[in-house]
């Protein structure tokens, strides 16, 4: 449990856990990668949680330190805005471990479209579909054909659970990302994993995202 918890905020949750010791265990990424992850969170942040999953397990399965099998929930994100599945996540990860738990979502919203064919917390995936980074390009250079250069932004949640009461969240408007625009042409460099840098371009600089250096301004 987290040490900068105020001890009567501890003391009152020792009869939610059990009487074991208890480690607080942090996983990372290079902050190089913060760029690429913020373009492209549910899968990233997908594949961080399994890879600390599989990585927690192989350790916990060793005799030289627990001997035992763990089993840490695989959350179905299938709420329909970022902060139901922000909620979502934050209260199954809460029952599961019995200890405070803060989770983030977001979504990708444009100016001047039915809401039917909102991406949303759907950025990837399309009447079921899972989209490569090729098809990426396709549905989304040919939304902008048909709208016109879209005016695009990112919805960002929060969720955090103290206990089974206290629950806040939030998805406010001064949460979203900086305005940028997202073009049917699509620029000839394409970064594995994050298409969409490839159509989007930043207002300020009006440089395409895949152009701009570590410096420079991308939504956040």
Not at 71 to 77: G, H, L, Q, T
Not at 93 to 113: K, T
Request: net charge negative.
């Amino acid at each position: 449990m987290c040490q900068e918890f105020p001890k009567e905020r501890i003391d009152a949750r020792r009869e939610d856990i059990l009487d074991a010791p208890y480690f607080h265990v942090v996983f990372t990424v290079p902050a190089e990668l913060n760029p690429i992850i913020y373009s492209n969170q549910k899968s990233l942040y997908n594949a961080l949680y399994h890879a600390a999953s599989d990585t927690l397990s192989e350790l916990a399965s060793d005799k030289k330190y627990l001997g035992a099998g763990i089993e840490i929930p695989d959350v179905p994100e299938t709420g329909r805005t970022p902060l139901e599945n922000a909620r979502q996540k934050a209260l199954a990860y809460y029952h599961a471990f019995h200890i405070p738990v803060f989770s983030c979502d977001s979504g990708l919203y444009f100016d001047g479209i039915p809401d039917d064919i909102q991406p949303g917390v759907h950025v990837r995936t399309i009447a079921g579909k899972r989209l490569t980074d090729g098809e990426m390009i396709a549905n989304y250079s040919d939304l902008a054909r048909r709208y016109g250069d879209l005016t695009a932004r990112y919805k960002n949640a929060i969720c955090l659970v103290l206990d089974g009461e206290q629950i806040y969240e939030a998805m406010e408007p001064s949460m979203e990302s900086n305005v940028f625009i997202l073009t049917d042409k699509p620029r000839s460099v394409l970064k594995e994993g994050v298409p969409l840098d490839s159509l989007s371009i930043d207002i300020k600089s009006v440089k395409y995202f895949c152009d701009l250096v570590h410096h420079e301004s991308k939504p956040r």
